[in-house]
């Protein structure tokens, strides 16, 4: 029997609760199906403010390893966008091992609703990278634990455009505070990504006047939006020195990180990406040391989930847009507490969001 026990003396330590990014998330969920080929990790962070409700990525992760790591961060990040919006919900998120091109199909959408569903609303699913509202259609054949879901089936569709609503306001307000005003017009912008929402984004801010640079890795993409929005294209990965006013992370995550911080001309970070920061404290440090105005990526792209919790509450469209204007206001408490307090904004945000969960935590165990 016992020579049958995998000898673990030799492998990792604490793989899952002793990781860098686990930070006392309540249920980690891994699913299986050997039919559909579904490999998906499911993290609950935390519920004191309700159930957890965060979209599903789909990436073609380079091992397991970085998948629970990003599943980890990504459902943190939730519980703390939603506690600084006001929502009464919790923080989680999915990831499916895979390429969302060429691996998503019916079947494995349908089966990865299931493991949902098992969850009983405890985690409640909705749309993020490699996901389009028909994957959240049919998740919604297998359970209730959904949103994003079409117009057409009675949900509130693509929550991209609210998102990037989101991030348009936070950017003006970050600029009121950094430039003494919120008009971009003639402000040089780098937006890297224009996918879902950073395209949206760059409507906004063409419309307005500012000097748009465009970065992405899909180049048929970047030359059709470079002739739609009259805006100058940028290829490539070496964009971080570039001559700008703002800079828009709208593709992935942690691009403030130790070999780009130094580099950064931009005096304004405001994009849609989660996790910007590649460490939170030191480097929401390190760019309140260095006067660049921070707008906090849990705050100003939580438009998109202010947008699928009215899916939940009875969707009324423009009470959204209301709610998500106010990230303009909301940013710009932030960047006066940073100041009033010398902290970074990052850690003003954060401070706000755990107060509101530990209030609700104490009245829960009275
Ligand atoms: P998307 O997949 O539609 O767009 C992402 C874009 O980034 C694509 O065009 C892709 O080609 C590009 N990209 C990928 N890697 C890149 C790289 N290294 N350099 C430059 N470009 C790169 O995703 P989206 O829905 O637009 O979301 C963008 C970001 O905003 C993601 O980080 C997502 O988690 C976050 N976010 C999205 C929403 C939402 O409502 N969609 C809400 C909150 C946060």
């Not at 380079?62 to 980890?72: G, T």
Request: net charge negative; with cysteine.
């Amino acid at each position: 029997m016992t020579s049958e026990i995998l000898d673990t003396s030799e492998l990792k330590q604490d793989p899952v609760f002793g990781q860098l990014s686990f930070d006392a998330h309540e249920q980690i969920v891994f699913c299986n199906d050997e039919d559909t080929g579904l490999k998906a990790i499911i993290g609950i962070h935390n519920t004191v403010l309700g159930p957890a409700l965060g979209g599903t990525r789909m990436w073609s992760y380079k091992s397991e390893w970085d998948a629970l790591n990003d599943v980890l961060r990504l459902s943190r990040g939730m519980t703390y966008k939603s506690a600084i919006t006001g929502l009464n919900l919790g923080g989680g998120k999915a990831v499916i091992i895979g390429n969302a091109k060429t691996q998503k199909n019916d079947a494995l959408m349908r089966k990865f609703g299931e493991f949902v569903n098992s969850l009983s609303g405890k985690y409640i699913t909705a749309e993020d990278v490699g996901m389009e509202t028909r994957d959240m259609d049919i998740i919604r054949e297998v359970t209730p634990h959904v949103t994003g879901i079409s117009e057409a089936n009675g949900g509130s569709g693509n929550p991209s455009p609210v998102t990037a609503y989101g991030v348009y306001m936070g950017m003006k307000a970050a600029s009121k505070f950094k430039f003494g005003t919120d008009n971009l017009e003639g402000k040089k912008v780098l937006v890297q990504g224009v996918g879902h929402v950073g395209e949206t984004l760059v409507k906004y801010i063409t419309e307005e006047g500012a000097q748009v640079i465009i970065n992405d890795i899909n180049e048929v993409r970047l030359q059709e939006l470079s002739k739609k929005y009259n805006a100058n294209v940028v290829l490539g990965d070496d964009i971080y020195g570039l001559d700008i006013d703002i800079y828009a992370p709208c593709a992935l995550g942690a691009t403030v990180n130790d070999n780009t911080i130094n580099r950064l001309n931009a005096k304004v970070i405001a994009g849609a990406a989660n996790n910007q920061l590649a460490d939170e404290v030191k480097h929401g440090k390190l760019l309140q040391e260095r006067g660049i105005a921070y707008a906090p990526d849990f705050l100003i792209n939580a438009g998109g989930i202010i947008n699928v919790y009215a899916e939940i509450e009875g969707y009324d469209k423009e009470e959204s847009m209301r709610k998500t204007e106010n990230i303009y206001n909301t940013t710009l408490e932030i960047f006066d507490l940073s100041e009033k307090e010398g902290i970074s904004t990052h850690r003003a945000a954060f401070n706000i969001a755990q107060n509101r969960i530990d209030k609700r935590k104490k009245e829960q165990a009275n």
